[in-house]
């Protein structure tokens, strides 16, 4: 069954039980699941069997930044454990992306997306000025997302106050996946770059991922299925 839901929500959690008991509580028609991290890093390849029994679709949110060798094997595994999103980060150059893409195109029916992360949400102009670089975070998206177009990438993350600038100059059928997707009257943490999820889709996101709004909520599904009918997602 197709997903018909935008919502991909992030399960970001230090044990393979606590992840699979929210997905559980969860519903793979209302929502796609995230493994970032730190749940990749202590239950390993595993949780993604679970998960996929579960019957989700499951975003592997490692954005891996590598010499090209290293991130298209890397990329090649992810795609045969069957995930159906995975990620490198798009400031790894288009030799990594290339090699990744090229990775992904020998692989017999796969039905991965490859997106590249652009500039994380949790940053704004003062932290890109910290690491060098003297663009606006708009600007330095629309940079990294035409270098990952170019390059062969599905999409890209980025955040949903970028997606109508993305759409309009790359196409609408450049994936456009946004975290940093904050609910009305819900905190915002340490994301910088945030939208409400209306926002978001009238902006031209394709996916918009939201983890702490909905999975430490009191209800969690509760909030999804809100969120969905706001959305206008036929339940
Ligand atoms: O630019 C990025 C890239 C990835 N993320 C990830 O999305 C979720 C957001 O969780 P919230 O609790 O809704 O803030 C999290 O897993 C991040 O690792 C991102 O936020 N920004």
Request: charged fraction near 15%.
């Amino acid at each position: 069954m197709t997903c018909q839901s935008p919502i991909v929500v992030a399960l970001d959690y230090p044990t393979i039980d606590q992840a699979t008991a929210m997905a559980k509580r969860l519903d793979p028609s209302l929502c796609r699941v995230k493994v970032g991290k730190e749940l990749f890093t202590k239950a390993g390849p595993a949780v993604l069997d679970e998960l996929h029994a579960l019957g989700f679709d499951v975003f592997l949110d490692l954005k891996f930044h590598d010499i090209p060798n290293t991130v298209a094997n890397a990329v090649s595994v992810a795609a045969k454990s069957g995930v159906w999103m995975v990620n490198v980060h798009a400031s790894g150059g288009r030799r990594m992306m290339e090699a990744s893409a090229n990775a992904l195109a020998q692989i017999q029916d796969h039905n991965t997306l490859l997106i590249a992360v652009t500039v994380l949400t949790s940053m704004d102009q003062t932290d890109l000025v910290e690491v060098g670089i003297d663009l606006s975070p708009q600007e330095h998206v629309m940079r990294l997302a035409k270098l990952a177009k170019s390059s062969g990438m599905d999409g890209v993350v980025c955040s949903a106050q970028e997606s109508s600038m993305l759409s309009q100059n790359l196409g609408s059928d450049f994936v456009l996946v946004t975290p940093g997707i904050r609910p009305a009257g819900s905190a915002q943490g340490d994301q910088k770059r945030i939208m409400t999820p209306a926002q978001a889709m009238a902006a031209g996101s394709h996916y918009l991922v939201i983890g702490r709004p909905i999975t430490q909520a009191e209800d969690p599904i509760q909030v999804l299925t809100s969120v969905n009918q706001d959305l206008g997602v036929s339940l």
